[in-house]
């Protein structure tokens, strides 16, 4: 697996240019597809379905990151390799792009909920653990890639659902963090290079 650094920025700036251009669209009001989805939802958050994924969404979102952030904080005082810190800085810079940006779209909620809306920082978290996660797969296990890789995408996509089910964030919202989070996770990596020259090689 072969990327050089260049190609980490123009992946970012390419992802970043999408995740601006969604977030100015979506920010006044919501697509089609967003608002046939929230209200073939209407009202789910308070049936069953959503009583048991109001305490899922709490696994699938900020705890993960801090979960995983604290493992690396471990293993780095452990082995005292550079690759872990760098990966924490990759970690934190994805993990509060959605925090960070917020203010900037001003997005309201698809019902009355505190903060606003795009993009959404549960799914932002899940996807970032997951970005960072496949890095350390590249680093130290490359055989387990394609299989953190898959878990993680399947995680991203309940977050999502589940978020989406809660009534509490559109369909796009969830469709900009993924691309937030490539998008910042890309240029981190190109800047800090986390993953080791036989995985990624530098260009200066």
Same mark, same amino acid.
């Given at each position: 697996?072969?990327?050089?650094?260049?190609?980490?920025?123009?992946? *970012?700036?390419?992802?970043?240019?999408?995740?601006?251009?969604? %977030?100015?669209? #979506?920010?006044?009001?919501?697509? &089609?597809?967003? @608002?046939?989805?929230?209200?073939? +939802?209407? !009202?789910?958050?308070?049936?069953?379905? *959503?009583?048991?994924?109001?305490?899922? &969404?709490? +696994?699938? !979102?900020?705890?993960?990151?801090?979960?995983?952030?604290? %493992?690396?904080?471990?293993? *780095?005082?452990?082995?005292?390799?550079? +690759?872990?810190?760098?990966?924490? %800085?990759?970690?934190?810079? &994805? !993990?509060? &792009?959605?925090?960070?940006?917020?203010?900037?779209?001003?997005?309201?909620?698809?019902?009355?909920?505190?903060?606003? @809306?795009?993009?959404?920082?549960?799914?932002? @978290?899940?996807? @970032?653990? *997951?970005? #960072?996660?496949?890095?350390?797969?590249?680093?130290?296990?490359?055989?387990?890639?394609?299989?953190?890789?898959?878990?993680?995408?399947?995680?991203? #996509?309940?977050?999502?659902?589940?978020?989406?089910?809660? %009534?509490?964030?559109?369909?796009?919202?969830?469709?900009?963090?993924?691309? !937030? #989070?490539l998008s910042v996770g890309s240029l981190a990596a190109g800047a800090l290079q986390p993953v080791p020259a036989e995985g990624v090689t530098s260009q200066e």
């Amino acid at each position: 697996m072969t990327i050089t650094r260049t190609r980490w920025f123009v992946m *970012g700036l390419v992802l970043l240019g999408a995740f601006i251009a969604l %977030g100015i669209f #979506v920010a006044v009001h919501p697509t &089609t597809l967003d @608002s046939a989805i929230a209200n073939a +939802l209407h !009202g789910e958050y308070e049936q069953p379905l *959503g009583k048991v994924v109001a305490w899922l &969404t709490d +696994l699938f !979102g900020p705890v993960m990151p801090y979960a995983f952030a604290l %493992g690396l904080i471990v293993q *780095g005082l452990r082995k005292r390799d550079p +690759l872990y810190p760098k990966l924490l %800085g990759v970690l934190a810079l &994805t !993990g509060y &792009t959605s925090t960070i940006v917020k203010p900037m779209f001003d997005r309201a909620r698809p019902r009355e909920y505190p903060d606003l @809306s795009y993009p959404s920082g549960h799914v932002g @978290s899940v996807a @970032s653990t *997951g970005f #960072v996660a496949v890095l350390l797969c590249v680093a130290v296990a490359p055989h387990l890639v394609k299989r953190i890789a898959a878990l993680f995408v399947a995680a991203t #996509v309940l977050s999502a659902a589940f978020r989406i089910i809660l %009534g509490v964030h559109w369909f796009t919202d969830t469709v900009g963090a993924v691309l !937030g #989070v490539l998008s910042v996770g890309s240029l981190a990596a190109g800047a800090l290079q986390p993953v080791p020259a036989e995985g990624v090689t530098s260009q200066e």
